[in-house]
């Protein structure tokens, strides 16, 4: 089992290959389009993290002693962004994902989606992420 | 005419790239940017006769009193108002609807009705629920058609004795629909309603006379006109203005303090409490002078022309929506691009250097009536270019590409 910032080292090697920003769109627009879709139940109102301009659903389970994390979203960017993070948080341990950074977020030149004036979700989206964990951290202790 | 060499070179800001790319400014509705003359008069005021006005007998206070009663002269000769204290300066056109706003609540009585259109801004709609919650007043909503066009048939019959205020964007900032207010006002006043006219999206388009139009109210904001953010006007006629309680109370804006009453001073002062934003009433003022020097006319015919090209370049792109086809519209254009979502547009255009405005643009209820998430929306100023219209399409086609 890697670990999160072993994930993170990887897509950043993933991302070293690509030579312009369209390349890294192209590609994050690919992983948007294949995220794994949030069950049809977890789309609802209780499960939205509100963005003035894109949506995030967002839910997460225990598995065991890890936080499965399913999400969603209405715009493809946004989604793919989603998967990077889903890639890098879910199938984890609590403690580690409470203690984790999102410092690789800007190593992939993608620091403007996570600014709280693009107000798409993604930054209130790891905050949420966060919560979760604290709040299954209790429970399993 | 507008010679655009000339014209561009008067924004500093303008000349620079963006991810490697020219900085294209679609976002004028937003904040339009600022001449350097504007910034020449911010600067000389902080380098030269910064000091508070209204107080000292010194030299750089009396200097600083005129140039910033000289600013209240310019804006109220540029929309004809008939006295400058009628000119409040504010921080901005939502500070001066809640002005107005918090100025009714001793006015309002319990079933009053304030009548709305389905097309305002944020700004518009809260301070007017506010003022509906603390008197008991009663918010109606007059309806817009498909075409982004309020229904005026509609307004009128829901027009009353009842009816205490009637509250309209001049031009609505998602659309760019500009309202026939000649007809609101001659319709609220046959009611004896007074009309509050949101000006953020006019002013900087198109002259507007205030004492030929018989306007009660009108606010703007200083930072879509070409001048510095923070900044803005209220309008209203004397009597009116008199007539609202005041909100806030502080220095200057007193004639007489004991522990047991004050006095209030006159107009404009009591709606002026405290230090204002003395560099950015100047620039404000200097901002109207700049744009009357190229003349809002020539701004008007220009401004038009780049929204009828860009109109019809737009739709050439395959399953382009244009939200908003009134007549008479200003130099804004939504639309969204099939079921792409407008964020994931807007992230591509600003990697080719080019800013736009995407989502409800606060003006949620009226992208709820299109049942849409937003829209992407471009807004021009007489500073841009077709040749960046083409470049905007360009980089549409592009973007639609990659996200299809």
């Given at each position: 089992?890697?670990?999160?910032?072993?994930?993170?080292?990887?897509?950043?090697?993933?991302?070293?290959?690509?030579?312009?920003?369209?390349?890294?769109y192209e590609y994050i627009i690919e992983l948007g389009k294949s995220l794994t879709l949030i069950n049809k139940k977890y789309k609802i109102d209780n499960y939205l993290i509100s963005g003035c301009q894109s949506k995030v659903w967002l839910n997460a389970e225990l598995v065991g002693n890890k936080i499965i994390y399913t999400a969603d979203s209405?715009?493809?960017?946004?989604?793919?962004?989603?998967?990077?993070?889903?890639?890098?948080?879910?199938?984890?341990?609590?403690?580690?994902?409470?203690?984790?950074?999102?410092?690789?977020?800007?190593?992939?030149?993608?620091?403007?989606?996570?600014?709280?004036?693009?107000?798409?979700?993604?930054?209130?989206?790891?905050?949420?992420?966060?919560?979760?964990?604290?709040?299954?951290?209790?429970?399993?202790? | 005419?507008?010679?655009?060499?000339?014209?561009?070179?008067?924004?500093?800001?303008?000349?620079?790239?963006?991810?490697?790319?020219?900085?294209?400014?679609?976002?004028?509705?937003?904040?339009?940017?600022?001449?350097?003359?504007?910034?020449?008069?911010?600067?000389?005021?902080?380098?030269?006769?910064n000091s508070n006005i209204h107080r000292g007998v010194h030299f750089l206070s009396q200097k600083a009193t005129e140039a910033y009663e000289n600013a209240r002269k310019t804006i109220q000769l540029h929309f004809n108002a008939s006295r400058p204290y009628e000119i409040i300066f504010t921080s901005g056109a939502t500070h001066s609807i809640n002005i107005i706003a918090l100025g009714y609540t001793k006015i309002l009585k319990k079933g009053d009705e304030i009548i709305i259109s389905e097309m305002e801004h944020h700004s518009?709609?809260?301070?007017?629920?506010?003022?509906?919650?603390?008197?008991?007043?009663?918010?109606?909503?007059?309806?817009?058609?498909?075409?982004?066009?309020?229904?005026?048939?509609?307004?009128?019959?829901?027009?009353?004795?009842?009816?205490?205020?009637?509250?309209?964007?001049?031009?609505?900032?998602?659309?760019?629909?500009?309202?026939?207010?000649?007809?609101?006002?001659?319709?609220?006043?046959?009611?004896?309603?007074?009309?509050?006219?949101?000006?953020?999206?006019?002013?900087?388009?198109?002259?507007?006379?205030?004492?030929?139009?018989?306007?009660?109210?009108?606010?703007?904001?200083?930072?879509?006109?070409?001048?510095?953010?923070?900044?803005?006007?209220?309008?209203?006629?004397?009597?009116?203005?008199?007539?609202?309680?005041?909100?806030?109370?502080?220095?200057?804006?007193?004639?007489?303090?004991?522990?047991?009453?004050?006095?209030?001073?006159?107009?404009?002062?009591?709606?002026?409490?405290?230090?204002?934003?003395?560099?950015?009433?100047?620039?404000?003022?200097?901002?109207?002078?700049?744009?009357?020097?190229?003349?809002?006319?020539?701004?008007?015919?220009?401004?038009?022309?780049?929204?009828?090209?860009?109109?019809?370049?737009?739709?050439?792109?395959?399953?382009?929506?244009?939200?908003?086809?009134?007549?008479?519209?200003?130099?804004?254009?939504?639309?969204?691009?099939?079921?792409?979502?407008?964020?994931?547009?807007?992230?591509?255009?600003?990697?080719?250097?080019?800013?736009?405005?995407?989502?409800?643009?606060?003006?949620?209820?009226?992208?709820?009536?299109?049942?849409?998430?937003?829209?992407?929306?471009?807004?021009?100023?007489?500073?841009?270019?077709?040749?960046?219209?083409?470049?905007?399409?360009?980089?549409?086609?592009?973007?639609?590409?990659?996200?299809?």
């Amino acid at each position: 089992m890697k670990t999160i910032s072993e994930i993170q080292q990887e897509i950043i090697e993933e991302f070293n290959i690509f030579s312009d920003w369209t390349q890294r769109y192209e590609y994050i627009i690919e992983l948007g389009k294949s995220l794994t879709l949030i069950n049809k139940k977890y789309k609802i109102d209780n499960y939205l993290i509100s963005g003035c301009q894109s949506k995030v659903w967002l839910n997460a389970e225990l598995v065991g002693n890890k936080i499965i994390y399913t999400a969603d979203s209405d715009a493809i960017i946004t989604k793919g962004i989603i998967a990077i993070l889903l890639r890098v948080f879910s199938n984890q341990h609590p403690s580690n994902i409470i203690d984790a950074n999102t410092d690789f977020i800007d190593v992939l030149g993608l620091k403007e989606h996570l600014s709280p004036t693009r107000a798409n979700g993604l930054s209130s989206m790891i905050k949420q992420i966060k919560m979760y964990a604290i709040a299954f951290r209790t429970k399993l202790a | 005419m507008i010679n655009i060499q000339k014209i561009r070179a008067d924004f500093p800001i303008l000349n620079q790239k963006i991810n490697g790319k020219e900085l294209i400014y679609f976002d004028n509705a937003a904040t339009s940017q600022t001449p350097q003359i504007v910034i020449d008069k911010i600067s000389n005021y902080y380098l030269g006769y910064n000091s508070n006005i209204h107080r000292g007998v010194h030299f750089l206070s009396q200097k600083a009193t005129e140039a910033y009663e000289n600013a209240r002269k310019t804006i109220q000769l540029h929309f004809n108002a008939s006295r400058p204290y009628e000119i409040i300066f504010t921080s901005g056109a939502t500070h001066s609807i809640n002005i107005i706003a918090l100025g009714y609540t001793k006015i309002l009585k319990k079933g009053d009705e304030i009548i709305i259109s389905e097309m305002e801004h944020h700004s518009n709609i809260v301070p007017w629920q506010m003022l509906c919650e603390r008197t008991g007043a009663i918010l109606k909503i007059a309806p817009i058609n498909e075409d982004g066009v309020l229904v005026l048939d509609k307004f009128k019959s829901m027009c009353s004795k009842k009816t205490k205020l009637v509250v309209i964007t001049h031009v609505s900032n998602a659309l760019g629909t500009v309202n026939p207010i000649e007809s609101i006002l001659s319709i609220s006043h046959s009611f004896n309603a007074k009309v509050i006219i949101d000006g953020a999206q006019a002013a900087p388009h198109f002259k507007i006379d205030f004492q030929a139009l018989d306007i009660d109210y009108y606010v703007a904001s200083s930072h879509k006109l070409y001048g510095p953010t923070g900044v803005g006007m209220l309008y209203g006629k004397e009597r009116l203005l008199n007539e609202l309680s005041l909100y806030h109370g502080g220095g200057e804006m007193i004639h007489q303090v004991t522990f047991k009453k004050t006095t209030y001073a006159e107009l404009p002062h009591k709606f002026e409490p405290g230090t204002p934003n003395i560099a950015g009433v100047i620039g404000f003022g200097e901002a109207i002078n700049y744009t009357n020097s190229i003349g809002l006319n020539n701004i008007n015919s220009y401004e038009k022309e780049l929204m009828e090209y860009a109109t019809k370049e737009l739709d050439k792109i395959k399953d382009l929506k244009i939200y908003g086809k009134a007549k008479d519209k200003t130099a804004i254009i939504s639309f969204n691009i099939g079921k792409l979502h407008p964020y994931d547009l807007g992230a591509i255009l600003d990697k080719f250097g080019i800013a736009v405005r995407t989502g409800h643009h606060c003006a949620q209820p009226i992208i709820d009536y299109y049942k849409i998430p937003g829209t992407i929306r471009v807004s021009f100023s007489f500073y841009n270019t077709k040749e960046e219209i083409d470049i905007m399409v360009d980089s549409l086609i592009r973007a639609t590409k990659m996200l299809q």
